[in-house]
């Protein structure tokens, strides 16, 4: 069984490190909604994980 762990600091309302294991990402909003833009957007980092998910599985299914 796969475990991971997630841990996150909020810096701001729309900011906030986040490490998994070895990695660490910031998440943040664009200035014009309050953020500071240093990392990318909360749906970004959703849209990201849904592509790499979708790449595992279309890989996947073309090799069965």
């Known amino acids: 069984m796969l475990e991971i762990g997630v841990e996150g600091f909020s810096e701001s309302p729309a900011k906030m490190n986040i490490c998994s294991g070895k990695f660490q990402i ?24 849904l592509a790499g998910c979708l790449n595992i599985t279309g890989h996947d299914v073309a090799r069965q």
């Open 26 to 49: 910031t998440i943040d909003e664009p200035e014009n909604i309050g953020g500071t833009n240093k990392g990318p957007a909360p749906l970004q980092v959703l849209l990201m994980a």
